[in-house]
């Protein structure tokens, strides 16, 4: 069987439809429109992976619960302009194995990455307040990769300090693609 990507394409600035944000945040039965669409593909059988393509300026939290269980997200890549990760927003991801976390980032909420036991790299240029110890399932696990000279601040961050293997710098070359610039 090919391996087959969906590519959700939510950029548009809603001008035409005259609202003040952008029309994939229009509150539909207590979610967003975007989140609809988003788990109506993540139960697709045929789909094995979803790009979302967005205005990073148009994402500044993730939602409790928003990609809870989604079996489908393997690379994490945060736009920078993403402030909160809310309560078990990506909790269960079973396949996570990547995350960027971005400079912008202050707060990342209970659980939100609890059970994702794939998840073997974090890079992470921020230094947000962890909401508790249960956040991530990986600490004994999971690299941590922060910004040279860095390592002394995060351990002394709670929730941070926890994560056993912590590195500066990139693994092997890699870098999110909206970080234009190297540790």
Known sequence: RKYTSAMLVAAGNST?????FSKQFIPLCGMYAIEHTIRAFQKCDKI???V?????????????NAFQGSSKLTILNLPPC???IGDNAFQ??????KIWLPASLTK???KAFAGCYNLTRIYTESFATIEDADAFSTYGKAILF?????????NEKAGWRDFTRKYEGYYEGESPESVERSY
């Open 108 to 110: 990342i909420g209970s």
């Open 16 to 20: 035409r439809m005259g609202l003040p």
């Open 82 to 84: 993403l402030e909160v």
């Open 146 to 154: 922060v910004p040279t000279g860095a390592l002394a601040t995060i």
């Open 92 to 97: 269960n991801c079973s396949n996570l194995q």
């Open 52 to 64: 979302i393509v967005a205005r990073s300026e148009d994402i500044e939290s993730i939602g409790a």
């Open 48 to 50: 094995d992976e979803i």
